[in-house]
């Protein structure tokens, strides 16, 4: 998977029609195909676009269009590559991609061109995975935050973090050995300059699950007794007939998930079957579906019928959410609101599924349950894969079992085994030497051509 001897090509555009279609080409025999496969009067030139023939193998002419040259290392992948802008025709693309193979190129592998990119030092192993999420964003909050990873700065703020945890463990060395001649740190800028440390490391996290949000969402089941509106919840907040909807309990059978954007944050949702005791073999197995939903939310969003005292099975569910994350719902307030008389003002929302006052409070209470409510947002280069989480969790670990230490007046030498602990886990959060299977599950992620 890491040879580069062979020259690869594919298309880099979503299949079907479209204005233009990109071929990509990039190895060590991209210059030689370009030259037997593209005909125009100016020979290619560094990051310059040349209008000319597309011509197959045998020299027949399958199409006019751009070709754009790079030399290694300018382009995306660092080595010689062939871009060519044909008509947006998928017969016309495969063809091109036909030749460029029959002329001596292969098919390239789903994310083949930024691996390379990777290999060549283009980018960083985070930027690699931003180029991911970045094609893989559902909103504009995931959009940008990919973006703040592409520039590769997270590997530069870890290394600096590095470099400075180094300095100390020097400085406490230096005293160590030669106790008469070097003076040992000030025990005060010694903690402090560890607490620093630790402290960036901290936002680095913080961020990090920030962008975990915006990227995975907040995954949010809509729950409760049979009849209470929750399909009807579900179509009225994603503004489509999605769920069936009827007067009969037991409806929905199947687990049912649609995504919209809060504040731009993207919120699953997941319409549930109506837990109830005595229920037939397949709605049993439908309110098997619901707690697995259940189990896998971040946000419980429990719905009663609110127009009438509330049935035992209504109290059920709310006894069973008493510990989670959750946003009450108390539905068909314009059939009355016997159910929801009497309960403390601001707990739950009182309103319903046909009412815009409704599903607004019911998409803020989300956004606060689910997030804190404000929009999340990210400029900052952050922590995304799980070896990268770990590795700034035991780093933290580290540090703070040296602040203790140092907070206890014990002797600052005591705390270098700990700084160099955290010193060599900062140095898996940063690896520009990934091994295969890290590479592996980054670049399975990609579309070919990308
Ligand atoms: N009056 C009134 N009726 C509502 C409201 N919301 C939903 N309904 C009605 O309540 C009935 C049940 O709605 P559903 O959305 O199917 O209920 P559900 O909770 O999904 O039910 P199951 O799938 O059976 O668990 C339907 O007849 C809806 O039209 C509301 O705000 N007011
Ligand atoms: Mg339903």
């Known amino acids: 998977m890491n040879d580069r001897s062979d020259t690869i090509a594919a298309i880099a555009t979503p299949p079907g029609k479209g204005a233009i279609a990109i071929v990509r080409v990039s190895g060590p025999q991209a210059r030689a195909l370009a030259s037997r496969l593209f005909r125009s009067r100016r020979p290619l030139r560094n990051r310059y676009a040349a209008y000319g023939t597309i011509v197959d193998e045998c020299g027949v002419a399958i199409d006019r269009g751009l070709a754009l040259w790079y030399d290694a290392p300018h382009g995306y992948t660092g080595e010689d590559a062939l871009e060519l802008q044909v008509h947006g025709s998928p017969v016309v693309a495969r063809e091109v991609v036909r030749a460029l193979i029959a002329a001596g190129a292969r098919a390239a592998w789903p994310g083949e061109f930024t691996r390379r990119a990777f290999l060549n030092g283009k980018l960083d192993l985070t930027a690699a995975a931003a180029v991911a999420d970045l094609i893989d964003a559902e909103s504009r909050s995931a959009a940008r935050a990919a ?203 009182v309103g319903s599924t046909r009412d815009g006052a409704t599903l607004q409070a019911l998409t803020d209470a989300i956004a606060r349950v689910g997030w804190g409510g404000e929009t999340p947002d990210l400029e900052r280069p952050h922590l995304v894969s799980a070896r990268e989480f770990e590795a700034i969790g035991a780093a933290l670990d580290a540090l703070s079992r040296a602040a203790t230490t140092l907070s206890a007046g014990d002797p600052a030498d005591l705390i270098v085994g700990d700084l160099q602990r955290a010193f060599a886990e900062l140095g898996h959060a940063s690896a520009d030497a990934a091994n295969e299977e890290i590479l592996d599950g980054i670049f399975a992620r990609f579309c070919i051509g990308k």
């Open 147 to 349: 973006l703040a990873n592409l520039g590769g700065g997270l590997a530069r703020q870890v290394r600096a973090l590095r470099a400075r945890l180094a300095a100390i463990v020097e400085e406490l060395a230096a005293a160590a050995d030669f106790p008469d001649e070097v003076p040992g740190p000030d025990p005060v800028a010694l903690r402090h300059g560890v607490e620093t440390i630790a402290s960036e490391l901290k936002r680095l996290q913080r961020d990090g699950e920030t962008g975990r949000l915006v990227r995975e969402g907040v995954r949010v089941a809509i729950v409760g007794p049979p009849n209470a509106g929750k399909s009807s919840l579900l179509n009225a907040l994603l503004g489509e007939e999605r769920a069936l909807v009827s007067e009969v309990p037991g409806t929905t059978r199947d687990t049912i998930e649609e995504s919209i954007v809060v504040r731009g944050a993207v919120v699953r949702l997941v319409d549930t079957a109506g837990i109830r005791a005595h229920a037939d073999r397949l709605e049993a197995a439908g309110i098997e579906r619901t707690r697995r939903a259940l189990a896998g939310a971040r946000v419980v969003l429990v719905v009663v019928d609110g127009s009438q005292p509330l049935s035992m099975q209504a109290r059920a569910v709310l006894r069973e959410t008493e510990d989670r994350e959750r946003v009450l719902f108390y539905n068909k307030a314009d059939l009355g609101d016997a159910g929801a008389r009497g309960l403390p003002a601001g707990e739950v929302i």
